[in-house]
């Protein structure tokens, strides 16, 4: 939360983020790519190269409106 809040300050993200949801999305990816370790088999560096996806995906609404 500290870190959006941050990004709306220095006005990398959108100023009306609602920060609690943003924050619990990307809790709730974090938690569902560990699913990834059972269906899959997971590693370390493929759940890394999973959450960069989703988080990136997820950011890309943090951004300023245009």
Request: without cysteine; proline residues 3%; hydrophobic residues 55%.
């Amino acid at each position: 939360r500290d870190t959006l809040a941050k990004g709306v300050a220095d006005g990398d993200v959108r100023t009306d983020l609602d920060l609690d949801l943003a924050v619990t999305l990307l809790m709730a990816a974090y938690a569902w790519t560990y699913r990834l370790v059972v269906t899959d088999g997971a590693d370390a560096p493929a759940l890394i190269a999973a959450m960069d996806r989703q988080i990136g995906l997820i950011a890309e609404g943090f951004a300023p409106r245009a």
